[in-house]
């Protein structure tokens, strides 16, 4: 097993926070639209102002009627209607303004940083990639750039336009009434921000525990689906519902604690709230029973805490929500900040197309410290040779492979293509220059032109056909109902082995590389279907430099050179019939195979 290193653990810890640091980071994609934001902003005051205004207009309108029916019509000015129904209007028209222009700003932010998470990932290392749980991973990306979203939407159209009017409401009341209006409706604001900001910060551990294990259960939920097919050949579909259960248990567990805290926050917000307005309706009332206040005023006091209070009562909701969504961008984030291990040098260049030889020079490695798999191994591969690595599993052989593509660095010695340390070069013109046949070859879930077409997404469809035609794929094709539209599932489940290699080779020869790999390319092929692919993949090495790495040394004996690995040391070289004659560990391996294969033909 190998230990995590790292850089592949991007989750920041439980009990830490980095808002502001999060809320850095985001404001650069949201700045590069200053314009719509400052516009955006604009109409938000705007529309403040506006609302604000509305209780004014209407006071007025009311102190104007407060006098016989006849004279009614006569004293209310006919302006004072207009400039309600105006303001009115104004408040919605620039509300809608206000989301419109944003709307931009959001979703190119999101489209931004989706598109920074998933390059990033993908820049990541082999190690990253073969240690993290694909659901949990999913879930977070997903999180985090919907809370983007949820985050603009909750700061710039419920959280900033609310205390820009309880700045407005404070300074009206301040001018017009006595100091204890703007007393009472501060003193009521700071005992309800202070509640609410303590109890939801206590809710935010929780919240983020239910998280944690909605996570869980999901990558749970994921690798068990991913794995159907262990499932079903172990009859375990009762296990693994159990195992999915146990995950739900513990997320539903959290859950209802969750439940429980939001419901102790609403009601101790609701009866903050509740002795805040009966104070200053019993102060207004005081005010209109003395002859100091008029009934314009009542009701315009009443209208100021109406318009304060709704956007109040979701208070702690946004409040939790704003933490929530600066949790998940944070995590976000740091897959972002996720180290990587393998990266170009400032100073990296192009490897030219052409003609390569390959070295691996007195290479040393380990996935682990305590574990070394490559002693100073040292070996060359001219320019249109084939050299094969056989030997026991893991003697370290697709190690190699995996160095050649620099999904991870050596530890000492180097890598060279045409004499050059691949550390100096980019990784684009790197594996450009690489072609790979794998043992298990994965296939995505689309059809099998798109499989074949991958290995250069702009080849032409004469040039899919022909790659296809060289892996003898074309009789395969024209019997299938769907033809080149036929898709072949998960992974390419619908494909037997053989085919699934002969679309490897196709998509490979594709992509025309100058070197090529064929890591176990038969290893889990019949015999029959193994000459079938042999012969291809021998065509395709024709005239390219080439490693394979092989445990069947019938697939290696036209190599121009064999070299023998053993626990990451090279035991012998040579051609075939040299190594035979030499009778050490290939001619044993050799003699180990032929009884075994004797064995199956006897047993067929």
Not at 458 to 467: H, L, M, Q, R
Not at 538 to 545: H, M, Q, S
Not at 575 to 600: I, P, S, T
Request: with cysteine; hydrophobic share 45%; charged share 20%.
């Amino acid at each position: 097993m190998r230990r995590s290193s790292p850089g592949a653990q991007p989750l920041p810890a439980t009990g830490d926070r980095h808002d502001w640091d999060t809320i850095k980071k985001l404001i650069p994609y949201l700045w590069a639209y200053k314009w719509r934001v400052l516009f955006a902003l604009t109409c938000l005051i705007s529309a403040k102002f506006a609302n604000v205004s509305v209780p004014l207009v209407f006071k007025q309108l009311v102190d104007g009627l407060d006098i016989s029916r006849e004279q009614a019509f006569i004293v209310v000015p006919a302006a004072l209607l207009v400039a309600y129904g105006v303001l009115r209007f104004s408040t919605s028209l620039l509300t809608e303004l206000r989301e419109l222009v944003f709307a931009r700003v959001t979703q190119e932010a999101v489209r931004e940083i989706s598109l920074q998470v998933f390059g990033h990932l993908h820049a990541l290392s082999l190690r990253f990639h073969l240690e993290r749980q694909t659901g949990g991973l999913t879930r977070d990306i997903e999180r985090g750039t919907r809370s983007i979203g949820s985050l603009i939407s909750y700061t710039l159209y419920s959280i900033l336009p609310t205390f820009v009017e309880i700045s407005l409401v404070i300074g009206i009341l301040l001018v017009k009434y006595e100091p204890s209006f703007a007393i009472i409706t501060l003193l009521t604001l700071a005992i309800y921000v202070t509640f609410t900001f303590k109890v939801t910060n206590w809710r935010t551990a929780l919240r983020r525990q239910a998280n944690e294990l909605d996570s869980a259960a999901n990558a749970r939920a994921i690798d068990s689906l991913i794995n159907y097919e262990t499932v079903k050949y172990f009859n375990n579909e009762y296990f693994e519902a159990r195992r999915y259960d146990t995950e739900l248990a513990k997320w539903t567990a959290a859950q209802i604690r969750n439940q429980k805290s939001l419901s102790y926050l609403n009601i101790g917000q609701a009866a903050i709230i509740a002795v805040g307005v009966t104070a200053m309706m019993w102060r207004a009332a005081l005010g209109v029973a003395n002859g100091s206040m008029t009934l314009g005023d009542l009701v315009l006091v009443n209208a100021f805490l109406i318009q304060l209070y709704i956007p109040l009562n979701f208070l702690g909701v946004l409040y939790r929500e704003i933490r929530q969504a600066l949790t998940d961008i944070e995590r976000m984030f740091g897959l972002m900040g996720t180290h990587r291990e393998v990266a170009d040098a400032p100073d990296a260049r192009a490897l030219a197309r052409g003609p390569a030889s390959v070295r691996f020079d007195q290479v040393r490695f380990a996935y682990e410290p305590s574990r070394q798999i490559l002693h100073d191994v040292d070996f060359a591969i001219p320019a249109g040779k084939t050299v094969a690595v056989v030997g026991h599993s893991g003697s370290g052989k697709s190690t190699l492979a995996r160095l050649l593509f620099r999904f991870y660095d050596v530890q000492g010695g180097a890598v060279r293509i045409n004499d050059q340390d691949i550390r100096g070069l980019t990784q684009d013109s790197l594996r450009a220059a690489i072609g790979i046949v794998p043992q298990d070859t994965v296939l995505f879930n689309d059809t099998l032109f798109y499989n074949i077409q991958y290995g250069r997404p702009d080849a032409s469809k004469e040039e899919v056909e022909a790659a296809a035609s060289a892996a003898q794929l074309d009789d395969f094709i024209a019997r299938l109902p769907d033809g080149w539209n036929t898709r072949v599932g998960e992974r390419g489940l619908k494909l037997s082995g053989g085919e699934k290699q002969r679309v490897a080779i196709a998509r490979t020869l594709l992509k025309n590389p100058d070197i090529l790999i064929f890591d176990e390319a038969t290893s889990a092929l019949d015999s029959k279907t193994e000459k079938a692919i042999q012969a291809q993949l021998e065509a395709a090495a024709r005239g390219r430099t080439t490693l394979v790495i092989a445990h069947r040394l019938s697939t290696v004996m036209n190599a121009d050179e064999i070299i023998v690995l053993d626990q990451g040391r090279i035991l012998e070289r040579g051609g075939h019939g040299e190594l035979l004659a030499k009778a050490g560990a290939y001619a044993q391996m050799w003699a180990l195979q032929q009884e075994e294969r004797e064995a199956e033909e006897e047993a067929a």
